[in-house]
T-cell receptor
């Protein structure tokens, strides 16, 4: 069964360091999402891609976070510099939804990357 | 801002009992709702969804009820099993055709054997 892949699964870093997370969506999925999930809370959308284009990054802290999906397939989320408050689970999800259609296509989530900032 | 929330943070049931997990939403313009299950160390998994033009939808052992009058959503799990133990989130679509999901805080369901 196809799955969303994420790496690393766990990351420990010191504040002010740079970190990067990688996501490989299910093959053929045009839409890719990055979420942040603080312990005990629901996921919060950071950025949404349609192919290689950003559809929504209104919740992305752009002073320190960046995301790219250069070839419209896999994606990288970067934090520089990391802060203590960035400790969370970072989830990637993908769906086959095509922009402009009204049909909802299920978002499939990866296992996440657990980030701890010391 | 508008948000999706849950009434009960934890729920403990006996194996075989029925479970009901509740969710309140405040965005009257939301037209689509989803329930997700998240097991420890895993990403959320889709359970069931419902559109705002419906008030009930059934799946295998699960039923979602939508009451738009009081902006309330519930998930019913029949004959709860130990494998149902997880955190359950409701989510609403706040992004129109882009399907931007806003998640609630989650309810931890514990099934006792």
């Amino acid at each position: 069964e196809a799955e969303v892949a994420q790496s690393p699964r766990y990351k420990i870093t010191e504040k002010s360091q740079a970190v990067a997370f990688w996501c490989d969506p299910i093959s053929g999925h045009a839409t890719l999402y990055w979420y942040r999930q603080i312990l005990g809370q629901g996921p919060e959308l950071l950025v949404q891609f349609q192919d290689e284009s950003v559809v929504d990054d209104s919740q992305l802290p752009k002073d320190r976070f960046s995301a790219e999906r250069l070839k419209g397939v896999d994606s990288t989320l970067k934090i520089q510099p990391a802060e203590l408050g960035d400790s969370a689970m970072y989830l990637c999800a993908s769906s086959i939804k095509l922009l402009g259609t009204s049909v909802y296509n299920e978002q499939f989530f990866g296992p996440g990357t657990r980030l701890t900032v010391l | 801002g508008e948000s999706v929330g849950l009434h009960l943070p934890t729920l403990s049931v006996q194996e075989g009992d029925n479970s009901i997990i509740n969710c309140a939403y405040s965005n009257s313009a939301s037209d689509y709702f989803i329930w997700y299950k998240q097991e420890s160390g895993k990403g959320p998994q889709f359970i069931i969804d419902i559109r705002s033009n419906m008030d009930k939808r059934q799946g295998q052992r699960v039923t979602v009820l939508l009451n738009k009058t009081v902006k309330h959503l519930s998930l019913q799990i029949a004959a709860t099993q130990p494998g149902d133990s997880a955190v359950y989130f409701c989510a609403e679509n706040s992004g129109g055709s882009n399907y931007k999901l806003t998640f609630g805080k989650g309810t931890l369901l514990t099934v006792n054997p």
